[in-house]
């Protein structure tokens, strides 16, 4: 119980300091760190229809000058990798995980650093799963973009790197070209 308890901390002091030095997204930081306060480890459980905690990865190259994204299969949107927390309370282990699992690469990006973009959205209701929130933690991770990737079948269309420059013309996912830009000001 106390190491679950420690992890949740852990969370809410990073979600915390982000917040602190990205004002844009204190709001943010601030309504996901009231939820885990209220749910604790089952705000991180699907099974909390009404929201749950969920993990990304944004992937670009070492110079990032080109972003590596999936086309998801359910939402038919070019997005970062991303995926529920399942009970898992290390976001960064969760996004990690994903990016691994939908990508089909093993290598281990490298982590630019801690949480790079909160953000909480709607999702609408599919098939028995009612309309509910993610609450999205979002790392920022880099590898080589000449490493060969095989997507997930089950849940990607498609995998593919993308220049950063002009990207706003080319992807029409406002919401993915807005964390790119965030990238360029890197």
């Known amino acids: 119980y106390l190491e679950i308890m420690t992890e949740i901390e852990k969370v809410i002091t990073s979600l915390t300091l982000h917040g602190g030095s990205n004002p844009s997204e204190k709001g943010f930081c601030d309504e996901i760190v009231a939820w885990i306060e209220r749910y604790r480890e089952f705000a991180f459980l699907k099974d909390n229809l009404d929201g749950h905690i969920t993990a990304s990865m944004m992937i670009t190259n070492p110079e990032h000058t080109r972003v590596l994204l999936m086309l998801h299969k359910k939402l038919r949107m070019w997005v970062q990798f991303w995926g529920h927390c399942d009970g898992e309370i290390d976001t960064l282990s969760v996004a990690i995980r994903e990016f691994h699992e939908e990508s089909g690469i093993s290598i281990e990006p490298n982590l630019v650093w801690g949480i790079f973009h909160v953000d909480i959205h709607e999702i609408p209701q599919y098939k028995t799963t009612p309309k509910h929130k993610h609450y999205d933690i979002m790392y920022l991770g ?25 990207i706003e013309n080319t992807l029409w996912e406002k919401w993915t070209v807005s964390r790119i830009e965030k990238i360029k000001t890197l």
């Open 142 to 166: 880099e590898i080589s973009d000449t490493i060969e990737f095989a997507r997930q079948e089950a849940e990607v269309d498609d995998i593919r790197w993308f220049d950063i420059d002009g």
